[in-house]
């Protein structure tokens, strides 16, 4: 089918871009010695997790149990889900996964670790379990102090495994916290097997962390306006856009697309919410639900009624979990019509 005969929206992906970006993070890890995880929080497909183990992935990472739950069903049998996993319900599911498949999970503070420890005692199966260390993004993480005192009780328990240390993300600037933990560590013994880092603008910067065995990367697989603004990537590697029709042109300077926050999400990058290929003066300044408005002041051509854009989104990752399929691209035809299997998998 071609593409044109796509009603819009609809959320297309450039294949060949796609595999682009695939080989060259690959590519990368490889040359550094680091095990590849690719974050499937980007395109929640099973299919396209297979296309990055196939290029030499090590496991993959998921963000919340219901999305492993899927990608498990599907046959991928090593997970990592670098988030604190809290309340009987969820380790318990979380241990229903690790029973059959190479699981590991993420702790950053003796509450996570007790619950952890239980459900893996009433399961009877060890968990491997790593230890968030606090970033620069002060998000989720431990400073050193408590990350070293968790890295203790971990191994000291014999329903756990301590697996070693997750930072997100892994900028050069982590490197002073992790030598440092790395040190208070080794000092008491404990052996640590892996230290996973993560992000694609980190990615840039791996080589400067040498004591990284493993990267988690996610965004790369599409990118985005956002890795493009960073300097992370260029519009070359946007493998993503939102296919949209103008559907209204109330005045001289302003469009309206039939994408929205339901489509595009409401996620914006300094104000503007996606770029749109075709009108690159352009500036989408605001989104209702089913509405997209366009400046269109600073544009020599400017759109009809009736025509169809292309735009990259701001932040990929939220664009996947808004829709029920992608379709991949390749010359103008659609090569494959993919279910995002873990849509809405945020539990
Ligand atoms: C814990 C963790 N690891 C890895 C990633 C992947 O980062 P990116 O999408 O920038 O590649 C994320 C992204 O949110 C994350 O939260």
Known sequence: MNVNELETPSILIDLDIMSRNIAAMQERCDALGLAFRPHIKTHKIPAIARLQLAAGAAGIACQKVSEAEIFAADGFDDIQIP?????????????????????????????????????????????????????????????????????EAIAGDENLH?????????????????????????????????????????????????????????????????TVKRGWNTLENCAMTVMTTVVSRPTEDRAILDSGSKTLSGDSYEG??????????????????????????????RPKVGEIVHVIPVHTCVVTNLHERLYGVRGGEIEVEWPVAARGKVW
């Open 83 to 151: 988030y604190n996993i809290i309340g009987e319900k969820k380790t318990a599911r979380l241990m229903d996964l690790a029973i059959y498949n190479r699981i590991s999970v993420s702790a950053d503070s003796q509450t996570t670790v007790d619950g952890l420890s239980a459900a893996a005692k009433k399961a009877g199966v060890p968990l491997r379990v790593l230890v968030e260390l606090e970033s620069d993004q002060h998000r989720a993480g431990a400073p050193v102090a408590r990350a070293v005192a968790l890295a």
């Open 162 to 226: 301590f697996a070693g240390l997750l930072i997100y993300p892994s900028d050069a600037s982590i490197r002073p916290t992790l030598l440092e933990a790395i040190a208070l560590i080794d000092e008491k013994g404990i052996g640590i097997d892996v230290i996973s880092g993560g992000g694609t603008g980190a990615a840039l910067h791996a080589h400067e962390v040498p004591e990284l065995t493993e990267l988690r990367v996610g965004t790369y697989v599409f990118n985005d306006w956002t």
């Open 272 to 301: 503007e919410y996606g770029y749109i290929i075709e009108y690159p003066d352009a500036r989408i300044y605001r989104l209702n639900e089913e509405h997209g408005y366009v400046d269109l002041s600073a544009c020599a051509n």
